[in-house]
């Protein structure tokens, strides 16, 4: 317990100061006015205020990842929370900050146009293909999670398919209707009810003194599975996520200042984190260590999970409220993934969104094909989603690494976490059954020659940026 209470108390202290930190690095100018004002187009691009930014930009980031993950994650230990705190402040917040704020800076232009600009025309294609494809199976999976977790609260009442028809028919109309028609008017209600659910799981946990297991040099060292890279790729929404990249612009393009930028996407970070927390500590505490676990994750996967410990913690109506909670949570980034997907199509093609046909289009072919990948093993699906997810975030420090370089600011911030990811995304690749298969040890030494070549050409690329007059050079002139 001593454990769970100091990481939910390191990762609030985290945002005060950390987060003021990289406020501080970044600099934030509140004259420049916002993509909100400067390019709104009443779709999009149209001004929102803080506090509902703030509560859209969780939901969005969200999903069952923090939920799933961490579930996952406990079967590792308590080590998991040492990820979870210190991947929250140190990588997946300033990850999300400063997508969002150079997203802000730059017409709130998605991953892919932010990579062909920092890290050249090449990153642009390779990180649209690889955004679209991450959304793609965020989309699927976030159909595919809810629908099983309805499925169960109904008694299979309700039959899978019709289950699945309803909500993709919801994302159709969330993805294509301007952003505060239902985003903005439903996602600080169903906000609301994600945060009650989880502090009502973390209250329950602390007042029945649940036995919450505590991190110890004895238990760093999990026999079940090697930690490296597996922890990091299976707790990946609680602590870094990539497709937080692909959501932060949505919200880019609402934000009236560039000052709220901490609180919307550093803070909310930190909220993820908190919830990842929660969720981690339930799993291990209530399943009598990892056997038990594993036995209910082999029979019902992490969705069995989620019932098992909303209803023995907060009783049958408030277990109810809870389920309906999670259930929420993958919903409303589902359909902001596949929102997403549609404006970087978009953007990449340069085609106008303001009329209903554009977006149409763009949109039916997208969910064609996730309603084909529903009939994947979710098991798989999540392997190739945490793959794809940690390279996005991998891209995405990389983008924030050359921005500070070239602003001649602390770019440390941003290039320590990427340095770290992009071994543990190539050693992933290299030694998972998904990837090549190669033994662990002959999985490291290869991913540690990638992620030198990977950091030698940043610095190779940052030196020759500081030469050439790039856009950036007349965007610091007017934002210093």
């Known amino acids: 317990m001593i454990t769970f209470l100091v990481s939910i108390a390191i990762l609030i202290v985290g945002y005060f100061t950390y987060g003021k930190y990289v406020e501080k690095v970044f600099g934030v100018n509140t004259e420049r006015p916002t993509p909100a004002y400067s390019h709104s187009d009443g779709v999009d691009y149209l001004p929102m205020g803080q506090k509902r930014n703030s509560l859209i930009q969780l939901l969005n980031i969200a999903g069952v990842g923090p939920i799933f993950g961490p579930i996952l994650g406990a079967l590792y230990g308590p080590v998991a929370f040492l990820w979870i705190v210190l991947g929250s402040i140190f990588a997946g917040a300033v990850h999300d900050y400063l997508t969002g704020m150079i997203s802000i800076r730059n017409r709130g232009a998605h ?27 965020v989309g699927t999976v976030f159909v595919t999670a809810p629908a099983d977790l309805i499925h169960n609260l109904t008694n299979s009442w309700l039959a899978l398919p019709l289950i699945l028809t309803a909500i993709f028919a919801y994302y159709l109309l969330a ?13 600080p209600i169903f906000g609301a009810l994600l945060l009650i659910s989880a502090i009502g799981v973390g209250v329950s946990l602390i007042v029945t003194g649940a036995p919450i297991p505590e991190l110890s040099l004895t238990n760093m060292h999990p026999d079940n599975a090697p930690i490296f890279p597996l922890l990091f790729l299976t707790i990946s929404c609680g602590a870094l996520s990539g497709f937080h990249a692909t959501q932060s612009p949505i919200i880019s393009r609402t934000t009236q200042q560039e000052k709220q930028g901490r609180r919307i996407f550093y803070g909310m970070m930190i909220a993820e984190g908190v919830i990842a927390m929660i969720w981690a500590a339930a799993a291990m505490s209530l399943f009598n260590g990892s056997g038990g676990l594993n036995e209910i994750l082999a029979n019902g996967g992490p969705a069995a999970v989620v019932s098992e410990v909303s209803v023995s913690m907060l009783g049958a109506v408030g277990g109810t409220l809870a389920v309906i909670g999670v259930i929420i949570l993958p919903i409303t980034s589902g359909d902001t993934a596949f929102r997403s997907a549609r404006m970087i199509i978009a953007d990449y ?6 009329k209903v046909s554009s977006r149409i289009w763009i949109a039916l072919p997208m969910f064609a094909i996730s309603f084909a990948l529903t009939r994947i093993d979710f098991t798989l699906l999540w392997r190739y989603f945490s793959w794809a997810n940690q390279s996005t975030a991998v891209i995405a420090l990389w983008v924030g690494a050359m921005y500070l370089f070239l602003s001649r600011k602390n770019y440390w911030i941003a290039a320590i976490p990427a340095t770290f990811m992009t071994m543990a995304t190539f050693t992933y690749i290299v030694n998972a059954p998904i990837g090549f298969a190669l033994p662990l040890n002959v999985s490291y030494v290869i991913a540690a020659i990638g992620t030198v070549i990977v950091v030698t050409a940043f610095f190779i690329a940052a030196r020759r940026g500081l030469n050439k007059d790039i856009p950036l050079q007349e965007e610091l002139k007017t934002t210093a």
Do not use: C
Request: hydrophobic letters at 55%; glycine letters at 6%.
């Open 111 to 137: 991953l892919p146009e932010l990579a062909g600009k920092f890290l050249g025309k090449v990153m642009k294609h390779v990180v649209n293909a690889f955004a679209i494809l991450l959304l793609v199976l």
């Open 175 to 187: 993805t294509m209707l301007p952003i505060d028609k239902i985003i903005g008017r439903f996602y």
């Open 349 to 354: 093609l340069k085609i106008s969104q303001r």
